[in-house]
């Protein structure tokens, strides 16, 4: 692109070069027609101007056209360069969230444990508080827990790594969520992972 | 700028419009010199041939200059988008980390208690490691822990809130470090509070 463009500049600037008065040549000969009425010469001069300005509207069209080119070349960039910052603002937060989805599990294994005294109860619920606040500030910046219990099984969320058998619930049904799947926005950082009904 | 990119189209598109063969009817004059041979007609003739010539030269180098502002136009913009691009890149963690900061406060303050029972230890080393586990994490995305204690007060990363007075200690030296002041990169999210010795 940026060849081209240099190109199209290198052409420009050559263009420029040509002097405004190139005819000045021509313009003294024309002087002199009144005094030397050779209808040759005058033909000569008159076929010399057409000739000039057959080259000056086949330059003047080519410039235009490259000016169409460059306008629709910029048009097409502004346009690309405005999806590019869509999509890098709207997941900006991919690479960071999908690194802190092994951290939510083990913080989420970690407060399933029972606690047997009440101190460590406590110490539980201080850290459940964290942990939902941890989880609705991301929320907040487009995580979506996808869902999975009891859902139908659906690839695009879902992957199946167990299958059960229960026959009083439907076949492709979610029996169990082994792990928290999760997306950004609409793109999935991670499927569940689940036990699907046979 | 987009209105002006379009005005260049126009004007473009005018041009465009000049037929090429626009000189026929001075064409068929110009068949007609050698049979009349009249000096005044001729030059007359000449004349509009070199007004055609400077107007086409003209248009020409207007066409080439518009041309030549249209490329610098597209330069421009190309620049902007990728310093636009790059700062995005940069920073796009910047809200995430910014509304995490609380939730890291609150962290270290659940960490600080202290365990009475073996049970509530191994709970709390639990949980200490999911907090380092976590801002490792978020280190990685360009979080940085300001450091005060015991440096020399920095109004660019520190606020002092208070202040103390320790004789064996410099006079502007951070004596206590009240809430941790974290940056993204090279840019300062929340500032130390801290303590300084008069």
Same mark, same amino acid.
């Not at 999806?83 to 989420?108: G, H, M, R, V």
């Not at 029972?114 to 941890?134: C, D, F, H, V, W």
């Given at each position: 692109?940026?060849?081209?463009?240099?190109?199209?500049?290198?052409?420009?600037?050559?263009?420029?070069?040509? $002097?405004?008065?190139? =005819?000045? !040549?021509?313009?003294?000969? *024309? &002087?002199?027609? #009144?005094?030397? %009425?050779?209808?040759?010469? +005058?033909?000569?001069?008159?076929?010399?101007?057409?000739?000039?300005?057959?080259?000056?509207?086949?330059?003047?069209?080519?410039?235009?056209?490259?000016?169409?080119?460059?306008?629709?070349?910029?048009?097409?960039?502004?346009?690309?360069?405005?999806?590019?910052?869509?999509?890098?603002?709207?997941?900006?937060?991919?690479?960071?969230?999908?690194?802190?989805? $092994?951290?939510?599990? =083990?913080? !989420?294994?970690?407060?399933? *444990? &029972?606690?047997? #005294?009440?101190? %460590?109860?406590?110490?539980? +619920?201080?850290?459940?508080?964290?942990?939902?606040?941890?989880?609705?500030?991301?929320?907040?910046?487009?995580?979506?827990?996808?869902?999975?219990?009891?859902?139908?099984?659906?690839?695009?969320?879902?992957?199946?790594?167990?299958?059960?058998?229960?026959?009083?619930?439907?076949?492709?049904?979610?029996?169990?969520?082994?792990?928290?799947?999760?997306?950004?926005?609409?793109?999935?950082?991670?499927?569940?992972?689940?036990? *699907?009904?046979?």
């Amino acid at each position: 692109m940026t060849d081209k463009m240099n190109d199209v500049e290198n052409e420009a600037a050559e263009n420029e070069a040509t $002097p405004k008065g190139a =005819n000045t !040549e021509m313009d003294t000969e *024309v &002087e002199n027609i #009144s005094n030397d %009425s050779n209808p040759e010469d +005058t033909i000569e001069i008159v076929d010399e101007k057409d000739e000039k300005i057959n080259e000056l509207e086949a330059k003047l069209h080519e410039e235009e056209n490259k000016l169409l080119r460059v306008l629709a070349d910029y048009e097409n960039a502004k346009r690309r360069a405005a999806l590019d910052k869509e999509a890098l603002i709207k997941y900006k937060a991919q690479s960071i969230l999908t690194n802190l989805l $092994p951290i939510l599990d =083990n913080f !989420e294994r970690a407060l399933a *444990v &029972e606690a047997k #005294s009440e101190e %460590s109860q406590s110490l539980l +619920t201080g850290m459940e508080m964290i942990y939902r606040n941890l989880i609705d500030s991301l929320k907040g910046e487009g995580l979506v827990e996808i869902e999975a219990q009891d859902k139908e099984f659906d690839p695009n969320f879902h992957q199946a790594v167990m299958t059960g058998s229960e026959p009083d619930k439907s076949s492709g049904i979610v029996l169990e969520e082994l792990q928290k799947g999760y997306q950004l926005k609409d793109r999935v950082l991670r499927p569940s992972m689940v036990k *699907v009904n046979e």
